[in-house]
Every structure is written in structure tokens, then in C-alpha cells.
């Protein structure tokens, strides 16, 4: 019976492992219409997935038939438009602290402490994405728990 005993071990050591793999699964698929991952749009007009690799964290906007619009990549403070989606070409970025001249048909579609995303469709049919960071004090209150921001001496 020591076989049975092995067997038994490694029989639970490969469910422990996956899972903990799968409880922990990282979402994956960005730039594919239905990818891995949560959607966490703020609207009911589009699909927005988040993923986060190495503290940046990369935002895709589709429609609800699944078409990828645009994504864009967002870290301290800063957002950047990633040559994704059809409409990639119309999407743009804002700096942190500045306020874009948005369309009054424009929605958004995602924003959390860093950032805010909007949509805005266009009359040929295409959606222009704006990402528009959030300044670095709208986003850290304790500077001490803030790795971009260093705190000042008192």
C-alpha cells in the first residue's frame, strides 16, 4: 500500500497547486475581443477590461459585440495610447491635472484613483477613447503609503 500513499500525496500536492493557480489566476487576452478578464466598465454602452503587469496597469475599451477599440497603459501618473484596437489611431491621452475638451456625447466607460477613460462615438462610426490620468495629489492622501510620492519632512 505505500503506492496508495504516494499516489494520495501527489494526488493532493497537484490539486493544492492548481488551485491556488487557479484561485490566483492572472487575467490574460489583451487585445482580444472576449479576453480573461473582469469587466469592469462603468458603462452599459461598452465592455472595459483592466489587466496589471509590473505595476502598470493596461485598459481596453470594446463594444458590446466584442470589437477592441483602443487600450491604453496607465503608471504614476502617466498614460499612454498602445497601438491596439481598431480605432487606436483616434485615442489619446491627457495630462495628469488638466482638464480635455470632451465631446457632450462622451461617456465614461472606466476611471478609478489613477485614471479615467471615456468614449466618445464618432459619426463614420468609430470611437474615440480619452484616458485622462489623475494628478499624483488626487491620488496618494498618505504619502507614506505612496511609492511614487516622497514624503516631505516635517
Given at each position: 500500500?505505500?503506492?496508495?500513499?504516494?499516489?494520495?500525496?501527489?494526488?493532493?500536492?497537484?490539486?493544492?497547486?492548481?488551485?491556488?493557480?487557479?484561485?490566483?489566476?492572472?487575467?490574460?487576452?489583451?487585445?482580444?475581443?472576449?479576453?480573461?478578464?473582469?469587466?469592469?466598465?462603468?458603462?452599459?454602452?461598452?465592455?472595459?477590461?483592466?489587466?496589471?503587469?509590473?505595476?502598470?496597469?493596461?485598459?481596453?475599451?470594446?463594444?458590446?459585440?466584442?470589437?477592441?477599440?483602443?487600450?491604453?497603459?496607465a503608471a504614476n501618473g502617466t498614460v499612454l495610447v498602445l497601438p491596439i484596437g481598431v480605432d487606436a489611431a483616434k485615442a489619446k491621452s491627457a495630462v495628469?491635472?488638466?482638464?480635455?475638451?470632451?465631446?457632450?456625447?462622451?461617456?465614461?466607460?472606466?476611471?478609478?484613483?489613477?485614471?479615467?477613460?471615456?468614449?466618445?462615438?464618432?459619426?463614420?462610426?468609430?470611437?474615440?477613447?480619452?484616458?485622462?490620468?489623475?494628478?499624483?495629489?488626487?491620488?496618494?492622501?498618505?504619502?507614506?503609503?505612496?511609492?511614487?510620492?516622497?514624503?516631505?519632512?516635517?
Amino acid at each position: 500500500m505505500n503506492i496508495s500513499k504516494r499516489a494520495v500525496l501527489a494526488v493532493a500536492v497537484v490539486v493544492g497547486f492548481s488551485s491556488a493557480a487557479w484561485s490566483a489566476a492572472p487575467s490574460t487576452g489583451l487585445g482580444q475581443a472576449w479576453p480573461n478578464a473582469a469587466d469592469v466598465s462603468v458603462s452599459p454602452h461598452y465592455h472595459v477590461y483592466r489587466f496589471v503587469l509590473d505595476g502598470i496597469q493596461y485598459i481596453q475599451v470594446n463594444d458590446l459585440g466584442g470589437t477592441v477599440h483602443a487600450a491604453i497603459a496607465a503608471a504614476n501618473g502617466t498614460v499612454l495610447v498602445l497601438p491596439i484596437g481598431v480605432d487606436a489611431a483616434k485615442a489619446k491621452s491627457a495630462v495628469a491635472g488638466t482638464s480635455a475638451t470632451a465631446s457632450s456625447i462622451a461617456e465614461t466607460v472606466y476611471q478609478d484613483a489613477t485614471v479615467s477613460v471615456s468614449a466618445t462615438p464618432q459619426s463614420d462610426g468609430s470611437v474615440q477613447v480619452l484616458a485622462t490620468p489623475k494628478a499624483a495629489a488626487d491620488t496618494c492622501s498618505n504619502p507614506g503609503e505612496c511609492s511614487n510620492v516622497v514624503a516631505k519632512p516635517q
